[in-house]
């Protein structure tokens, strides 16, 4: 009997050594997959989602500008091309019943535009990309956030914002050292910006977005390595004073990302498995598998998402990490883009017609047809 305890009590200690080694180095992380039930077979219930209404957005924003999401709960907002002047677009809204649009303003370039989650105001890049301003939807008041000298080699580039609107994030590329990226997070409590410097990004990395959190505690790339060709990875990182230190990374397949909660976020694995990770524990956990694109609502309840080689749009509730009541709510459409409104009873589908390359339509402005879907 005490030979034997202590040949186990050896052997376990032997494979905890062995473990300990192998594990030496390498970052762990915790990969929850759901039961085939829970994944496959969500209950289904024929009032959870039900189509009260679509709304098919006039043809002629369909070639000539995109939506940048809503600006209140019945309301979307959008930059178009004026017609017969080259390089002038209209920032327009469109009210319920979206048959008829009104202009906010006129903007005298091809900016970036990104939409505040809280459609109060519409960050834009200025002429060439040599600055950053802020304009409030409210009154077209401007607010300078970011001005280079015109004629240098520095560029502004990929806007967003963080969930609850606070922060406004930016990268700014300069050309004369190799295009090299910093990163700038702007308060719009305190109407001031600050410039992160990296830690762990490699020279000759390609940075290619940012996101912060609504706390502006940690942020989200994505990025190309340089010793990885063809690989984009998204990086997880928190603020530390000026810098930003790198705590995960993971290889995805397109640039789509969102923040949960301040500690969990989501985005799309090289072949279409929706991800959450957790810091708090390293958990990295399955949400849904083959997916092409998904968009959570503002409050985190819902998700809008569709699959890989079908052209519809289906809608989920969250309970946890898993999607209950999973229903196409329209089919035909291959969406580009999709918003929430603001009280989670509508969305804004921008896509193209069915089997269009997605890759090449979001080159420029040509787009297939907008839908407004009201769910019960």
Request: with cysteine; net charge negative.
């Amino acid at each position: 009997m005490t030979r034997r305890y202590s040949g186990w009590m050896f052997g376990t200690f032997l494979l905890i050594i062995l473990l300990s080694g192998c594990r030496a180095g390498v970052q762990s992380e915790t990969v929850i997959i759901p039961d085939n039930e829970e994944t496959d077979h969500a209950p289904q219930s024929s009032s959870s989602f039900q189509v009260k209404a679509i709304y098919r957005l006039p043809d002629e924003y369909m070639n000539e500008g995109y939506w940048l999401g809503w600006d209140s709960a019945d309301s979307i907002v959008g930059l178009f091309k004026t017609s017969g002047i080259p390089e002038q677009f209209n920032l327009k809204r469109l009210t319920y019943p979206y048959e008829h649009s009104g202009n906010i303003k006129e903007i005298r370039s091809n900016p970036q535009m990104e939409l505040s989650p809280d459609g109060k105001y519409a960050a834009q890049t200025t002429a060439s990309n040599t600055g950053l301003k802020m304009v409030s939807l409210k009154d077209e008041k401007e607010t300078e956030i970011k001005t280079l000298s015109i004629g240098g080699q520095e560029y502004v580039q990929d806007i967003s914002w963080s969930g609850n609107s606070q922060y406004l994030s930016y990268l700014v590329l300069n050309a004369s050292e190799g295009e090299k990226s910093s990163v700038h997070i702007y308060d719009m409590q305190t109407h001031a910006s600050k410039k992160y410097e990296f830690k762990d990004f490699e020279k000759g990395d390609t940075l290619l977005s940012i996101n912060v959190s609504d706390d502006g505690r940690s942020a989200l790339f994505t990025l190309f390595e340089s010793n990885r060709p063809g690989k984009t990875v998204i990086k997880f990182g928190r603020v530390t004073g000026s810098n930003i230190e790198i705590i995960y990374k993971h290889e995805i397949g397109r640039e789509q990302n969102t923040w949960i909660s301040n500690d969990q976020f989501a985005f799309l694995g090289p072949d279409g498995t929706l991800y959450e990770y957790d810091q708090r524990n390293s958990e990295l956990s399955v949400i849904l598998e083959n997916v092409s694109a998904f968009k959570f609502s503002d409050n985190r309840k819902f998700i809008a998402y569709s699959l890989k080689g079908e052209d519809a749009v289906y809608v989920g509730k969250m309970q946890g990490r898993n999607v209950l009541y999973r229903e196409p709510v329209y089919h035909g459409i291959v969406p580009l883009d999709t918003y929430w409104n603001m009280d989670n009873t509508k969305l804004l589908i921008q896509g193209s017609n069915a089997f269009v390359n997605s890759h090449a339509v979001q080159t420029d402005f040509t787009r297939g047809p907008s839908f407004i879907i009201e769910l019960e």
